[in-house]
T-cell receptor
């Protein structure tokens, strides 16, 4: 069974640009969550989608947005990039939500802002 | 405000001995607690979880203990093996797909 796939693996952008990251969940998984990992802050929850609806959102500015398609694939968009957005962005999928359904992570997209 | 805290950034343990990783939390509303393991350049991998209504869960070499009165959980790895060297994240599940992670503990297994 294929795991969670994130593309691209690496991305370099400049300040002010916008970026779209993609996540393909494990087949049959309907919940997709996004996280930002930085050395100082660890893994921080961005948002979660289930059946194309955002159900939960973390404490990030509106520049961070996402969506989920009918096939459960998800995209995350960051507009007006800032230097502090440099991070590893991780996507995780699960059958549904809840701790009895642990999340399975992709290997992430490393975003560098110059 | 950190709701899930891992106060030890790193830990070194001799191969074959027990590794004990600790985690504290502040919110008694969490439903589940989870441990993830992460190697460099890879995403976190789920290890083991425990429901808030239990105090122990075991899976092979891995055992998680939950002390609700102290708002504390720990992961025991027995015996420790070289492949266990990684960063371990403690996490708490709010429900609805939102998981709060600690900042991680880097475990070094010494030969």
């Amino acid at each position: 069974k294929a795991g969670v796939t994130q593309t691209p693996r690496y991305l370099i952008k400049t300040r002010g640009q916008q970026v779209t990251l993609s996540c393909s969940p494990i087949s049959g998984h309907r919940s997709v969550s996004w996280y930002q990992q930085t050395p100082g802050q660890g893994l921080q929850f961005l948002f979660e989608y289930f059946s194309e609806t955002q159900r939960n959102k973390g404490n990030f500015p509106g520049r961070f947005s996402g969506r989920q398609f009918s096939n459960s694939r998800s995209e995350m968009n960051v507009s007006t990039l800032e230097l502090g957005d440099s991070a590893l962005y991780l996507c995780a999928s699960s059958l549904s939500s809840g701790g009895n359904q642990p999340q399975h992570f992709g290997d992430g997209t490393r975003l560098s802002i110059l | 405000d950190q709701q899930v805290k891992q106060n030890s950034p790193s830990l070194s343990v001799q191969e074959g001995r027990i590794s004990i990783l600790n985690c504290d939390y502040t919110n008694s509303m969490f439903d589940y607690f989870l441990w993830y393991k992460k190697y460099p350049a890879e995403g976190p991998t789920f290890l083991i979880s425990i429901s808030s209504i239990k105090d122990k869960n075991e899976d092979g070499r891995f055992t998680v203990f939950l002390n609700k009165s102290a708002k504390h959980l720990s992961l025991h790895i027995v015996p420790s093996q070289p492949g266990d060297s990684a960063v371990y994240f403690c996490a708490a599940d709010w429900g609805g797909g939102k998981i709060i992670f600690g900042k991680g503990t880097r475990l070094h297994i010494l030969p």
